[in-house]
Nanobody, 123 residues
Framework: VQLQASGGGLVQAGGSLRLSCAAS????????LGWFRQAPGKEREFVAG????????YYADSVKGRFTISRDNAKNTVTLQMNNLKPEDTADYYC?????????????????WGQGTQVTVSS
């Protein structure tokens, strides 16, 4: 089972990036999916999550109104659209598949993790 994240890069403050995560090896259409991030010297933190059917989404307060999570169960993918990026959004971003249908906010609620994709926002 593999989750492959992509789409990171360097962007100026106020810019946008679109992160994608493709799953292979099993289907996650019955699992919540989420994005986390980890900045240097900091703990991994929840960014956004989406329930198994896309019917409900969750966001960290710091990204509400700027980030949008979506999923395509037919393609087994999850996407994070990031707009109005800020320097404090700089981190490695990780996609993850939850143990259950609901996307919780704790890392321990996720059983599969992708490798990080680096996002750097310059001021």
């Amino acid at each position: 089972v593999q989750l492959q994240a992509s789409g990171g890069g360097l962007v100026q403050a106020g810019g946008s990036l679109r992160l994608s995560c493709a799953a292979s090896g099993r289907r996650f259409s019955n699992n919540g999916l989420g994005w986390f991030r980890q900045a240097p010297g900091k703990e991994r933190e929840f960014v956004a999550g989406i329930n198994w059917n896309g019917g409900r989404t969750y966001y960290a307060d710091s990204v509400k109104g700027r980030f949008t999570i979506s999923r395509d169960n037919a393609k087994n993918t999850v996407t994070l659209q990031m707009n109005n990026l800020k320097p404090e959004d700089t981190a490695d971003y990780y996609c993850a598949a939850a143990r259950f249908a609901v996307a919780a906010s704790g890392p321990s609620d996720y059983s599969y993790w992708g490798q990080g994709t680096q996002v750097t926002v310059s001021s």
